[in-house]
């Protein structure tokens, strides 16, 4: 993964009540990180995630593919290198 940011909302989003088959748009994917992390917590949707993972690892696989891409493109704007850039008076 790239980030701890990104890690972070695929596993919410990997939580969430959001399907695969809704065909959700990038403010619905972006909705869904809010509303699951602030009902669960970081550490209940890392829970989730792995408790899925352990149950039902042959269909986990596939949803945590599907929400690290939506989640990619979803945030791709506050993904850029230039929000990580350092600013030039601290280079």
Not at 2 to 30: H, I, K, N, W, Y
Not at 55 to 77: G, K, V
Request: hydrophobic letters at 45%; proline letters at 3%; glycine letters at 4%.
């Amino acid at each position: 993964m790239e980030s701890t940011f990104e890690a972070v909302r695929a596993e919410a989003l990997f939580a969430s009540t959001l399907q695969m088959s809704q065909g959700a748009e990038d403010a619905d994917v972006r909705a869904a990180v809010t509303i699951t992390l602030r009902r669960m917590g970081v550490q209940g949707c890392v829970a989730r995630v792995a408790t899925e993972f352990g149950d039902h690892p042959e269909t986990a696989s596939t949803r945590m593919n599907w929400a690290l891409r939506m989640i990619r493109h979803a945030y791709a704007q506050s993904c850029t290198p230039e929000v990580f850039a350092r600013p030039a008076a601290l280079a």
